[in-house]
């Protein structure tokens, strides 16, 4: 399998940190935020790695993570122009993912414990065609997608609601999903939503609506930087994972 992290976007809730540098190069503990997804992958046996960021940090990144070599994996960078969404983001994967190859997306302010060697190996025994989302149960689900569940198929998701007023169950979705090259055509089936930007929960909802999307709970530590005190909170917890 193939990794793609995602790590462009404004990062409006962290300003005026974000005026200084992009979000994902934000110091967490001893490292900048995107180091911890790499290590994610490399942990789980992904070493050839995708970042999609913006053109106004490209150096930044290059300058720091370079090839990867020191980090044990194979960086390729791309270049997102302008904020339109997550789905547009992952579309730019199209190309580095070849043909009947298979991926994982993080989200690069989405940090976590879990080692994720054993959710790729479920997805790998998924058919060909479907989908994969980590799920973690928080304490106001109304700020993220809301999965609610298919009554009939135990482990699949029937739809996700996106920051429902009276969530349905207390999981959300978090930035870890699993693919193959398939989506890539779901995402030329999605129009862009009121923000302008094509949204990864309506490309979600395509598979959940062909029973083709299943999911999995996180067990341990996650959480989305993207607020200043998740930020803070972070980097107490991670400070002593990398060395």
């Not at 200084?20 to 997804?37: A, R």
């Not at 479907?130 to 998701?157: M, W």
């Given at each position: ?105 993080l989200l690069g302010d989405n940090l976590f414990m879990d080692d994720l060697t054993p959710y ?124």
């Open positions: 399998m193939k990794g793609v992290i995602l790590a462009g976007g404004t990062g409006s809730r962290l300003y005026p940190l974000t005026r200084l540098m992009n979000k994902h190069l934000l110091p967490v503990g001893k490292y900048p935020m995107v180091c911890y997804g790499i290590d994610r992958l490399r942990q789980g046996g992904i070493t050839d790695i995708l970042l999609v960021i913006s053109k106004q940090s490209a150096g930044q990144y290059t300058d720091f993570l370079g090839s990867g070599a020191e980090f044990g994996v194979s960086l390729t960078y791309k270049i997102q122009e302008a904020a339109g969404g997550i789905a547009e983001a992952l579309e730019l994967a199209k190309g580095f993912i070849l043909p009947g190859e298979r991926f994982v997306v790729l190996k479920q997805y790998l025994q998924q058919p060909q065609g479907t989908a994969k989302v980590l799920l973690k149960p928080v304490e106001d689900a109304r700020r993220y997608g809301v999965p609610v569940f298919d009554s009939q198929n135990t482990g699949l998701i029937a739809y996700i609601e996106e920051k429902p007023e009276h969530p349905k169950t207390k999981y959300c979705v978090t930035g870890i999903y699993m693919y193959d090259e398939a989506v890539f055509d779901i995402i030329r089936r999605v129009s862009p939503s009121q923000r302008g930007e094509l949204e990864i929960t309506d490309v979600n909802n395509i598979y959940a609506a062909d029973r083709r999307l299943s999911y999995d709970v996180l067990k341990e530590w996650w959480s989305d930087a993207g607020t200043f005190q998740s930020l803070y909170e972070a980097g107490e917890k991670l400070k002593n994972t990398l060395p």
